[in-house]
């Protein structure tokens, strides 16, 4: 396969890999940022927000990042390993590498979502896949650029050619830039992307396509609806 390049002469694929995306379970940050943009919401449509909102939104104060699964995202993690067991994914794709991040949410998923299916595949966890920090929010952009980067050359100079990474969706919408399609991953979601270098050394992600979502997962569209019509 030839791909164009910026100069606009054709130039080849020097290696290939695929790479299947995991967002991680639903956290219980994941519960009190939404319970906190709810009450945001009603607030601005001059509404009183429910205490259940309220109260999610008051736990946010103790910056937790390193969060845990909600109870609901273990049952969501494992029951995405029975249906992506009968979807036959993991057995076409035969990963010879599982990454993931070194944050709780993301361990469980592993452990509850693809453990029991990639049993004889070595697994790596890499503190570069964290999600991005307070800080890299704040004064330290350039900072989670780079830690990206890092990530992305560590993974071109594996020799495996079909990985999974475990992470986090603003990691992951970053590493992808352009190529990415989505605004935002859901949980359990699996989106497989194909990394390829040329031979002039300049690599590129490729989406292929989103290749399971959890029944149990939340559209945050949909969501943001639903608490609009309340």
């Not at 939104?57 to 909600?70: E, M, R, V, W």
């Not at 067991?85 to 944050?103: A, C, F, I």
């Not at 509850?112 to 704040?138: D, F, G, N, Y």
């Amino acid at each position: 396969m030839s791909l164009k390049s910026n100069g606009g002469s054709d130039s080849k694929v020097l290696k290939a890999k695929t790479v299947l995306l995991v967002r991680h379970a639903e956290s219980v940050e994941n519960v009190r940022v939404r319970a906190a943009k709810a009450t945001w919401r009603r607030i601005r449509g001059l509404r009183l927000p429910q205490a259940s909102q309220i109260w999610e939104t008051l736990k946010l104060l103790g910056l937790q990042h390193d969060a845990d699964l909600s109870e609901k995202g273990t049952a969501m993690a494992s029951d995405a390993k029975v249906r992506l067991e009968s979807s036959g994914l993991m057995n076409k794709v035969r990963p010879d590498l599982v990454v993931h991040s070194t944050y709780i949410r993301a361990v469980k998923t592993y452990q509850l979502m693809l453990a029991p299916l990639t049993k004889t595949v070595p697994v790596v966890s890499s503190e570069l896949l964290v999600e991005r920090k307070l800080s890299e929010h704040v004064y330290a952009a350039n900072g989670f650029r780079q830690r990206v980067a890092n990530f992305e050359r560590w993974l071109d100079a594996r020799p495996e050619v079909n990985v999974v990474v475990v992470g986090h969706s603003q990691f992951f919408k970053q590493m992808l830039g352009v190529a990415c399609s989505v605004h935002k991953f859901d949980n359990c979601d699996v989106w497989e992307y194909r990394r390829s270098i040329d031979d002039s050394g300049k690599a590129r992600w490729e989406e292929i396509g989103k290749r399971f979502s959890s029944e149990l997962s939340v559209d945050e569209s949909k969501d943001c609806e639903l608490e609009d019509s309340q």
